[in-house]
């Protein structure tokens, strides 16, 4: 009956049939009958689903309610957001299974073990489906569905749902992005009217700056489930590889003025690691969807856009590791309703497509329980036939030098059961040395070895010249360590369980004369601001030195002198043990300044660093994500304030209490008065250190701040020639570039180079911002080589600019200095190659010789 209903008043219009207080039956489906001891939602959040959006605390309440009346449910807190709100997890089974929970899982997890996968009775395993909803915390659908779903499995009654719940072990996360479904929700609750506003502009349309897509540190959250940076992937990534599960399906929403898509997504931009038979377990899935959504008269489509490509994605990360992934977009109202192509989009419409295909998702793997479990079993085991015929036979990464960066990629690494190894000694590979303390073993004759080479390869031919995301991640060159492929497993030493940072060590006892550390350390800059920050004065080494038993400093190092400070010795043996326990750098003593190799320690060689103030430039047009990076990396890394200081204040602020500004790449919207760019002018002149982030660069020399000209497209027009008007999409996509990873030559005597010791650099490039190379002398410290690309996809008309383009510049403005890079430094948490010489910009910059000006 409902049937018709619907059919007659087209997909959207069931904006005139349902008021503003939806009632459950348009959601639920026909003859079920509900368990009435299970709460339903409105019983514990207050309003009917769909009539206003779940807060996070609601939301909350009502799976604690579930965990308590349903045997259905348990409920688990796995972790807290950075705002501290808990991330939970509900495993939905039957009674039955729940007393038997640990049992299955432990079996469960034997499949992608083939050493005893074998024996296993896929006949009678129950399937693992993990459902989880809005990572994109404004893609607000999905975490409303969420509701419905999670009440319908604790309270359907009736065989269909039982022998469901008998398959399959659901577990259930209510919200992938509680602090960003926190902001978005507060935003369209708060700007509501009572007569419900469907325009378009209305603010409640209309998010403010980030928006409530991002984290708390403006992170895509949807972009972190390979590296997991943040808590909120730890805790998922760990309850993935807790469970393993085999189906994993992510709720999102798109435009307004879409419908409803399901994976798959574009065939041939699916990643070459993944089987193709995922690809036609998707399709099969599909089918379930597409019926479903049929039924209730909703319009969608599949296969034409959206891709499987990064394995940072939700949907994607699953296909590496024999499950699959599946992606929902509805098209958003974005608020309680909105106007739209097809009519008037209404929240509860959008909330019904995400549910619906909810259960179809759990039709589908029911149906589908044994084959997805033998895909899963046999995935494994294939990966094991492939390690055995590949001439890889493990990596070795490491950094003499530097042992943080080596522990975060061990870290990263360990994180996804993988068995990962120290070196158990130190090796020379390559003429590179890798020491036993800083150098990890990862083995590839073991079950996730197509996603150890999803972390590690390189690939520079693609199918398809399309990316949703970016085209290249390979991870120690994103960590800018060595590694190497090795054609057999080198010595291996203690298996890696959970990394820890090594801590550095004190060389020489106390010393009343001076103490000095190299800055090629991870956490130097951290090491220094905690120096300046206790108010001690330090210096920089612009050329190496020697301490008294021969021990070199390269250009870089930092001296503390002891005499002249205005702390105690204790009190700066206190400071210096931090240094070396939680920075994890040594410290040498000094009790002589005396060098005739390299310079004496009372030399003009040292210069004096000044604690820099430093402030960013945030709000309505900076690119949300970038600020986010530069601001999580201060913050969380370095532990170093940073102003966020939003353009309109800053229109009316005073800059002379700050030494650095940083001016993050900006979006569409984007714009400084007149009057403020005078006051920027003048502030730089008076010394001020400005640093400009990527296409900020184009604001910066069209203001006459700097002078970072880019490379013009000439090349362009002759290769758009003659082509079919249905291939604009296609030549246009090809032009991006959406993220690849260039190696870079680069001047290790410049200040932005220092505690940098290969004269190569990987640097990662998401842009189409090619530099000039400056004719100056000594001003191109960073240089793409003429064959930079080491790893991803670059059209060919952008590779041709790109070759020896240069990748950072100063200018001289005044007393002050505008450096300039052009690429991200600090991309998505997980490059941390290239943060030092954005650190050293903040750092250095006002030392920077006026004679290397662009
Ligand atoms: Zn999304």
């Not at 469970?243 to 798959?264: A, R």
């Not at 399309?466 to 120690?476: E, G, K, M, Q, R």
């Not at 008007?725 to 410049?750: K, R």
């Not at 290969?758 to 793409?784: A, C, H, Q, T, W």
Request: charged share 20%; proline share 5%.
């Amino acid at each position: 009956m409902k049937r018709i209903v619907f059919l007659a008043s087209l997909f959207t219009s069931f904006a005139l049939a349902v008021s503003a207080q939806p009632d459950p039956s348009y959601y639920l489906p026909d003859g079920v009958s509900y368990n009435p001891a299970i709460p339903t939602p409105k019983s514990i959040i207050g309003h009917e689903v769909g009539e206003w959006h779940v807060t996070h605390d609601r939301l909350i309440n009502y799976m604690y309610a579930l965990d308590k009346a349903s045997d259905r449910v348990s409920l688990e807190v796995t972790g807290y957001t950075y705002e501290g709100r808990p991330l939970l997890l509900l495993t939905i089974t039957s009674p039955k299974n729940h007393e038997n929970l640990e049992t299955i899982r432990a079996q469960h997890v034997q499949l992608s073990d083939p050493s005893k996968s074998s024996s296993l009775d896929t006949k009678n395993m129950p399937v693992v489906f993990y459902i989880g909803f809005s990572i994109h915390g404004n893609e607000a659908s999905g975490v409303n569905a969420g509701l419905l779903a999670a009440y319908h499995f604790a309270a359907a009654q009736g065989p269909e749902m039982e022998g469901h719940l008998n398959n399959t072990v659901i577990l259930f996360d209510p919200c992938y992005n509680p602090d960003g479904m926190q902001r978005f929700s507060s935003w369209v609750n708060s700007r509501k009217s009572l007569v419900t506003s469907t325009d378009p502009n209305d603010t409640e349309h209309n998010e403010a700056w980030p928006g409530g897509r991002f984290n708390h540190y403006w992170f895509d959250l949807n972009r972190d489930w390979l590296v997991a940076q943040h808590p909120e992937s730890r805790a998922r990534v760990k309850n993935f590889q807790r469970w393993k599960p085999n189906v994993l399906t992510d709720h999102h929403e798109m435009g307004t003025n879409s419908s409803f898509f399901f994976q798959p997504g574009v065939p041939s931009r699916m990643h070459p690691l993944t089987p193709t038979k995922n690809l036609e377990l998707t399709k099969r899935i599909g089918e379930f969807h597409a019926k479903s959504l049929d039924e209730i008269g909703s319009f969608y489509f599949t296969q034409e856009g959206y891709d499987d490509f990064y394995y940072g994605k939700g949907s994607t990360f699953p296909d590496v590791q024999g499950s699959i992934g599946i992606l929902f977009e509805q098209a958003s109202s974005r608020g309680h309703a909105q106007e739209s192509i097809n009519g008037i989009l209404r929240f509860p419409f959008t909330i019904r497509n995400q549910f619906t295909t909810a259960l179809s998702s759990l039709k589908a793997i029911n149906a589908m329980r044994e084959d997805l479990l033998n895909y899963q079993r046999q995935f494994y085991k294939d990966a094991l036939n492939e390690s055995a015929k590949d001439q890889i036979k493990a990596y070795v990464f490491g950094s003499a030098k530097d042992p943080a960066r080596s522990f975060h990629l061990a870290e990263i690494i360990a994180r996804q059961s993988i068995d990962i190894y120290k070196l158990s000694g130190a090796q020379t590979i390559n003429n590179k040395s890798y020491e036993a303390t800083s150098s990890y073993v990862v083995p590839l004759n073991q079950a996730q070895y197509k996603l150890i080479k999803g972390m590690f390869e390189k690939r520079t031919s693609f199918t398809d010249s399309l990316f949703y995301d970016i085209s290249s991640w390979t991870l120690p060159l994103a960590l800018g360590l060595d590694y190497e492929e090795m054609k057999s497993v080198p010595a291996m030493g203690e298996k890696v369980v959970t990394a820890t940072l090594p801590a550095g060590k004190r060389v020489g006892s106390k010393s009343e004369y001076a103490y000095a550390f190299e800055s090629f350390g991870y956490y130097a800059p951290r090491a220094i601001y905690r120096l300046l920050s206790h108010g001690l004065m330090l210096k920089v080494a612009s050329d190496p030195f020697f301490h008294p038993d021969g021990r070199k400093f390269e250009r870089g190092a930092i001296m503390l002198p002891v005499a002249g400070q205005e702390k105690t010795l204790e009190q700066i043996e206190f400071i210096l043990n931090d240094i070396t326990a939680k920075d994890g750098i040594d410290v040498v003593a000094f009790n002589s300044g005396l060098d005739y190799k390299g310079v004496s320690l009372g030399s003009s060689s040292f210069l004096p660093l000044k604690k820099p103030i430093v402030a960013m430039l945030v709000g309505e047009g900076i690119s949300a994500t970038d600020a986010g990076e530069v601001w999580h990396m201060m913050d969380i890394r370095f532990n170093i304030p940073l102003t966020l200081i939003p353009i309109n204040v800053f229109e009316r602020t005073q800059l002379n209490k700050y030494t650095t500004i940083i001016m993050p790449p900006t979006v569409a919207g984007f714009s400084i008065s007149e009057g403020t760019k005078e006051k920027l002018r003048a502030w730089v002149q008076a010394g001020g250190v400005l640093i400009g982030l990527e296409n900020a660069l184009n604001w910066i020399t069209t203001a006459g701040l700097g002078k970072f000209d880019m490379k013009k497209d000439e090349e362009k027009k002759d290769a758009q020639k003659n082509r079919a008007y249905a291939d604009i999409e296609e030549f246009t996509g090809a032009q991006e570039t959406s993220g690849a990873i260039f190696e870079a030559t680069v001047d290790l005597s410049h200040p932005l180079l220092y505690g940098y010791s290969s004269d190569r650099i990987p640097i990662f490039k998401s842009n189409n911002l090619f530099m000039e190379k400056s004719k100056g002398s000594y001003s191109n410290p960073i240089v793409f080589t003429a064959a930079p690309l080491l790893s991803g996809y670059m059209s060919k008309e952008n590779y041709a600019k790109a070759k020896s383009s240069s990748v950072a510049g100063v200018s001289v403005l005044g007393q002050g200095r505008v450096i300039g890079f052009t690429d991200n430094l600090c991309f998505r948490a997980f490059w941390l190659g290239s943060n030092k010489m954005l650190m050293n910009a903040i750092f250095y910059g006002p030392l920077i010789n006026a004679a290397s000006a662009r």
